[in-house]
């Protein structure tokens, strides 16, 4: 099946650094989606993508779709302690009802 | 706040016991999917219930069932337990069955674990 491969896996960064993470697959899709999860509580939605090349921000975070459709790209810039959380990347199946999610990049931020 | 609930929080069985978890979708949204989160792993699909009839299923053996209710409302029912059924069960809402994922909405889940 479709998978979705992110990294890093995980991440320790001081407090004021910009961050930046990845996804990858072996299969193309239209639609890029970034989640953040954080203890206790389901994802959340950060960005959604849905052409490739797009580039789109949401505050301080910025996703981009990959030209190949295969990748996408989240960075934070100056980061603050309540970006702290796993994040995700997913991609919907098409014809499907289902999320495929990648294993998520786990954020720790140094004060 | 997302408006989704799952109830209970967290759950301790032994193998082999049954569990039903519930969910309540948040207003005005017909259709509930099921994932299930291992630990250090993203969200996998278990199914969807539209219409109070399973509508998508993912890679989980038939002792993974499911019901919708007339209120959208819905049930996950894991029979005959296992070691690996610990985990996260994350139920989510959305307005349609298909397209628009990005409009899915996630409870905080149950917490399982089997012992």
């Known amino acids: 099946g479709q998978q979705l491969n992110q990294s890093p896996q995980s991440m320790f960064i001081q407090e004021g650094e910009d961050v930046s993470m990845n996804c990858t697959s072996s299969?193309?899709?239209?639609?890029w989606l970034w989640y953040k999860q954080e203890p206790g509580e389901g994802p959340v939605l950060l960005i959604a993508?849905?052409?490739?090349?797009e580039l789109t921000s949401n505050g301080r975070l910025t996703a981009q779709f990959g030209i190949t459709r295969k990748d996408s790209f989240l960075n934070i810039s100056a980061s603050i302690p309540s970006d702290v959380g796993i994040y995700f990347c997913?991609?919907?199946?098409?014809?499907?009802?289902?999320?495929?999610f990648g294993q998520g990049t786990r954020l720790t931020i140094n004060p | 706040e997302t408006g989704v609930t799952q109830s209970p929080t967290h759950l301790i069985k032994t193998r082999g016991q049954q569990v039903t978890l519930r969910c309540s979708s948040q207003?005005?949204?017909?259709?509930v999917s099921w994932y299930q989160q291992a630990l250090g792993q993203g969200p996998q699909f278990i199914f969807q219930?539209?219409?109070?009839?399973?509508?998508g299923r993912g890679n989980f053996p038939p002792r993974f069932s499911g019901l919708q209710f007339p209120n959208y409302s819905s049930e996950l029912n894991v029979n005959a337990l296992e070691l690996d059924d610990s985990a996260l069960y994350l139920c989510?809402?959305?307005?349609?069955?298909?397209?628009?994922?990005?409009?899915?909405?996630f409870g905080s889940g149950t917490q399982l674990s089997v012992l």
């Open positions: 219930y539209y219409r109070e009839e399973e509508n």
């Open positions: 207003s005005g949204h017909n259709t």
């Open positions: 997913a991609g919907p199946i098409q014809g499907a009802q289902k999320l495929v």
């Open positions: 989510a809402s959305s307005t349609t069955p298909v397209g628009g994922l990005e409009k899915l909405f």
């Open positions: 993508l849905y052409k490739a090349g």
């Open positions: 299969s193309i899709f239209n639609t």
